[in-house]
């Protein structure tokens, strides 16, 4: 939409003759010493085939935002490939390396030039299939199927999965009988299911993923480049504008697209497929508009009997129509459509919602293009307890099934559960503890239940816990999270110190080579008391000398003792160690540890730095206490 584009990030730049030349020859290089590629479309690849971009200077968001008229478009059904569709077209045919396209293209041109339906996740739809929400069928048809036969408000179904668009489209699934809808993604609506899994899917199995005139700034999408970064492979971008992950790529091209596939086809030595229109419409051919429809929930009338009756299903398998009739002994039968009149339609729209177990309106994986920004329910979210390891968090398998990827979190008790598309164990527990708000691990997308809908960041309340999520899943801010504080909730997450911490620890200390030649670890063993709210002195505890890592005694076991204070207000200590022995003390010196407490996982944790105080050296330390906190 216009509020997406920053105007003031809209220029276009191109690379000298020379530059442009060497990226290719490395981005050749790359292609064939890969594995496997994967290529990332935008609006950018179709300008050529007289499409405009949406965030390009005359772009169709640039121009709503600057008030202007619209740009001039052809119409999708005339357009004909690129060189740039035609060249990935070629490459997924002919080579083994480059085996899937992720495309935010409604135009449909990459299914025209050959692109078979396995070989691409159309994230935002295709102005040419229509889809079936029930059963998940999906049709191709030769002429655009985005008319809204039916005016908002008319649809139940439409209105409960997304209300602001009806999508049907005036056609009946032949495989089980349900409305068809249009398959175009529009804001505030989320994305397909399947084509978002895949996305990741290979995303994060690529070493190299190529991205082709996108300017990566809607999201979820744009994670799907760098979830292949994440995982160790390599990510090029070509496209006129700058995009938000130009840091993370291996090479940066600001090129046309065309220009750069059309150089690299001929580095690649494989030569262009030339175009011939590819798409296959379905040999499924369901009702067509004008024609009476039946369906679903349909009053109808038997012709050759006079009988009324509702239509209940569809059976694929006898081609026919299964009928409840209006009669004392609820009678079924099976009719030919051929042989059926329909007598009210309008209870068929009303019934259908219900009619189709599959509809689901809780989270997938995906994002809404727009995001509720006023939600009651983020009250709700727990900061206080918000866990400390955020990394194990994400990577938790469901607390049920054990399930480890594509998990929700529960953002009042932290519990991790599969999403529907697995065993829906996140559904059963909203539907038992009422707990309203939960994120997605795949996207770190925010899904009220209450509300229906994906929740904004821009609220403190979501977007702390989402930065924190990202920085644990990406090793780096969430775009526009780096410059807000948070001070209020983090200061919220207090640990509830218990009476006192005690057990035995184990860890190990590093000397850093830097205070002295050679770099050591050891072995730390200590018993260990810590009584947060007592008076100070309150730490003690004891230990004695360890062997090194490589076995080597330094000498007799030799016993000290541990005492300091732990300030509970910002839950740090501050430590000493002290031989027993007055020799051994001469010997060794005394050791001050500082360190901070933290609960981690369920363990009490130290992390810190220590300094001898008599040889000056110093280093790193962590331990952990053994057993489970209560």
Not at 571 to 599: H, M, P, R, W
Request: a positive charge; charged letters at 25%.
């Amino acid at each position: 939409m216009a509020n997406t584009v920053d105007l003031n990030n809209i220029t276009e730049f191109e690379e000298s003759a020379e530059e442009l030349e060497n990226k290719i020859t490395e981005l050749a290089k790359l292609v064939q010493n890969s594995q496997k590629v994967v290529f990332f479309t935008g609006a950018g690849i179709s300008t050529a085939a007289k499409i405009p971009d949406y965030r390009g200077p005359q772009g169709v968001w640039t121009r709503k935002a600057q008030k202007k008229a619209g740009p001039s478009s052809i119409a999708f059904e005339d357009a004909v490939p690129t060189e740039t569709h035609m060249a990935l077209k070629t490459l997924i045919h002919e080579t083994e390396q480059c085996q899937f396209l992720i495309s935010q293209n409604v135009d449909g041109l990459h299914r025209r030039s050959g692109i078979t339906r396995d070989q691409i996740s159309e994230l935002h739809g295709n102005t040419f299939k229509e889809v079936c929400w029930s059963c998940k069928a999906d049709f191709m048809r030769r002429k655009e199927v985005r008319g809204r036969l039916n005016a908002p408000g008319t649809c139940r179904e439409c209105l409960k999965k997304v209300p602001h668009y009806c999508h049907c489209t005036g056609r009946i699934c032949t495989d089980c009988g349900c409305r068809l809808k249009d398959s175009i993604i529009h804001f505030k609506e989320n994305l397909p299911e399947d084509s978002l899994v895949a996305g990741f899917k290979h995303s994060e199995e690529a070493d190299l993923h190529i991205v082709l005139g996108s300017s990566l700034r809607v999201s979820p999408a744009c994670e799907m480049p760098r979830s292949t970064v994440t995982k160790g492979g390599k990510l090029v971008i070509i496209n006129l504008q700058k995009t938000p992950l130009d840091q993370l790529c291996a090479i940066r091209i600001f090129a046309k697209t065309d220009q750069v596939m059309k150089k690299l086809m001929q580095k690649l030595g494989v030569k262009t497929h030339e175009y011939v229109d590819s798409l296959v419409e379905d040999d499924r051919a369901p009702i067509e508009e004008g024609s009476q429809q039946v369906s679903v929930g349909a009053e109808v009338v038997i012709v050759s009997t006079g009988e009324l009756g509702v239509v209940e299903r569809y059976v694929k398998k006898t081609d026919r129509w299964r009928v409840k009739l209006n009669d004392s002994h609820d009678t079924v039968k099976k009719v030919a459509l051929s042989d059926l009149k329909v007598r009210d339609q309008r209870k068929a729209l009303d019934i259908n919602a219900a009619a189709s177990p599959n509809l689901d309106v809780t989270p997938v994986l995906g994002h809404f293009a727009s995001h509720m920004k006023n939600c009651e329910h983020v009250k709700t979210i727990n900061h206080q307890e918000f866990p400390f390891d955020r990394k194990k968090l994400i990577n938790a398998p469901c607390a049920l099934c054990k399930n480890e990827q594509e998990n929700m979190i529960c953002m009042t008790c932290f519990t991790v559960c599969c999403g529907r598309h697995v065993k829906q164990h996140m559904v059963q527990h909203h539907e038992k503890t009422k707990h309203p708000i939960v994120m997605g691990t795949a996207d770190l997308s925010f899904w009220c239940y209450p509300c229906e809908n994906y929740l904004s960041a821009d609220s403190d309340e979501v977007g702390y816990i989402y930065n924190e999520m990202h920085i644990a899943k990406f090793d780096e801010p969430a775009p526009g999270c780096a410059q807000r504080k948070f001070e209020k909730l983090k200061r919220k997450q207090k640990i509830v110190w218990p009476s006192h911490i005690s057990g035995l620890w184990r860890g190990v200390a590093t000397l850093d080579p830097s205070s002295k030649p050679s770099s050591e670890t050891r072995e730390l063993k200590w018993s260990l008391c810590i009584v947060p709210k007592d008076h100070q002195p309150n730490l003690f505890g004891s230990g004695y000398l360890q062997k090194t890592q490589q076995g080597v005694l330094e000498m007799d076991t030799s016993f000290y003792t541990l005492q300091g204070k732990f300030d509970f207000k910002i839950g740090k200590c501050l430590f000493k160690k002290k031989y027993e022995e007055i020799v051994k003390q001469g010997i060794f010196g005394s050791t001050i540890y500082e360190a901070k407490l933290d609960l981690v996982g369920g363990n009490w944790q130290l992390t810190g730095s220590w300094t001898n105080e008599k040889t000056g050296s110093f280093g790193p330390f962590a331990c952990v206490k053994e057993e489970k906190t209560h």
